[in-house]
C-alpha cells in the first residue's frame, strides 16, 4: 500500500510488458506505462491516441497503477530473469504527472524497480519533483520543424538537472533543418561533451538515410558518444 495516499488520479492510455524499442537501451525487457495527454504536437508523433483525453480516457489511483504495475510484472516474470525489472513511464509526456508520480516511483524503487523515463524534455520544474527516482532518463531534443516550438532553453535548463542519467534523442525527418540539429548539438555540449546522444531516422529512405549520416559527421565532432539507431519495435513489429 502506498502510504500518504491520497485521491488524485492521472489519465493512462495502457501498461503493458514490451521490449524498449529506441535509445541506448534498446532490447531490455520492460514494463511500459503510457500516461494521455501531451504538452506538444509532434508532426511524427505515433502516439497519437495517448495524445487525447475524452470521455473513454481511464483515470487510475497511484494505488490501482501501483497494482496494476506488479500484475503485469508477475505476468512475465520470466522475461527479467536475474535482472533489475525496469519500468519504463512514457505517453503522451509523463511529467505532466509529476506530483502523481512522486509517492508511486518512491514505492517503486523500494520494491527493487528501475525506473526509465520517456520525456520530451521540455519541463524541468516537473523534472526536479522526480529526479532522484529516476535510473534514466531518455530525453528527445524536439525541433521547430516538427513542433512548431523553438524549445532549446527548456531544453538546456532540463539536461542540467538531469545530466548524470540522461542520453538524447533526436528524431530526424524530411523537414528537419542542419541549421536546428547543429543548434541541438550546442544545446547538449553546453552541459556535457559525454551525454550519450542518438540519431533516430523516420523512415529508411535514401533521403533520410543520407541526411542521417551527413548528420552524424556533425555531431561526432563535437560529441564523444554519438550512435544511429533506428525504432527497433518497428522493425521487430512489436508495440
Ligand atoms: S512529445 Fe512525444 S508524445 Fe508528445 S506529441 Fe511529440 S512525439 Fe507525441
Known sequence: MIQHLNNCTAPVDEVF???????????????????????LKCNYCDTLTSLKINSNTK??????????????????????????PSVSFTGGEPLLYADYLIDLL????????????????????????????????????????ACKKDLFAQHKNFLNIS???????????KSTTKQEFIKAIKTVCDISKNIKFVIQPSDNTEYINKK????????????????????MHKIWKIR
Open 17 to 39: 510488458f514490451s521490449y524498449q524499442g529506441e535509445g541506448i537501451f534498446a532490447g531490455i525487457a520492460q514494463i511500459f506505462v503510457r500516461f494521455s495527454g501531451c504538452n
Open 59 to 84: 483515470y487510475y489511483t497511484q494505488q490501482a497503477l501501483y497494482e496494476l504495475i506488479l500484475d503485469v510484472y508477475r505476468k512475465n516474470k520470466n522475461n527479467f530473469y536475474s535482472q533489475i
Open 106 to 145: 518512491k514505492i517503486l524503487k523500494k520494491d527493487k524497480f528501475s525506473i526509465y523515463l520517456e520525456t520530451n524534455g521540455t519541463l524541468p520544474e516537473e523534472l526536479t519533483k522526480i529526479s532522484t527516482y529516476c535510473d534514466v532518463v531518455a530525453m528527445d531534443i524536439k525541433f521547430k520543424s
Open 163 to 173: 545530466r548524470h542519467k540522461v542520453f538524447i534523442k533526436t528524431i530526424i525527418t
Open 212 to 231: 542521417v549520416f551527413e548528420f552524424y559527421n556533425l555531431a561526432v565532432s563535437k560529441l564523444k558518444d554519438v550512435r544511429i539507431l533506428p525504432q
